[in-house]
């Protein structure tokens, strides 16, 4: 697949800068370093997902990318801060439901950065069909899970207080997805050489293509 590679790695400048965004969250602080945020944030960022995106609409066409602003939302938050410490892109349904769709995403934090695929907050009734089809579909599903899981990820999720109760005979790894009201899975990383590296730019794009097969198997459940 040939495409061209603007990401270059992401700069050490990143997390002391979203940690010093922590300490001095305030518009003046913010608009003082804008420059710094683009150059360190905002471009690195959208050219990773530049990078990755045809791995993610080689597995669906339909999803659309979509980046975090750096403003939060606060007219109905307790925490008045306004803006966000931790940045992110996403791929996901253009649809007002889409929290209920699995999503490709990544994101950075003042400690690490994190990228997966899954559900951002799934309808009980979503993760209901999804029990089903993991059920009907074992070996597909456990093929999945073990090719994410030889590339770090873990499947993620709140659990329930009272899980619902899996047939007898399960494997564990269907039922550790039993335990949980929501589902994703998660890839961690510090910011070291890797991730400081242009050739990290390849590593999320095969992970994305890896989960390609987990995708599929979340998205069954929306049908």
Known sequence: MSRVQEFVGFSERLPVFLRELERNNSREWFQSHRDEYRDCVARP???LAKFVSPDVWARDKSLVMKMSR???DIRFAKDKSPYRTEMWFAFRQDQPDWASYPAFFFEVTPQHCRWGMGYFSAQAATMSALRDVVIENQKRYLTALASASKRRFSLE???YK???VPPDGMPE???NLHRRRNAYLSRIAGYGPPVLSG???TVVASDFA???A???IFRMANR
């Open 45 to 47: 960022l959208q050219a």
């Open 210 to 212: 890896t989960l390609g």
């Open 214 to 216: 987990m995708y599929g």
């Open 162 to 164: 009272k899980p619902p």
């Open 173 to 175: 790894e269907i039922i």
């Open 70 to 72: 750096p403003n939060r």
């Open 199 to 201: 050739e990290f730019a």
């Open 157 to 159: 999720g709140e659990p």
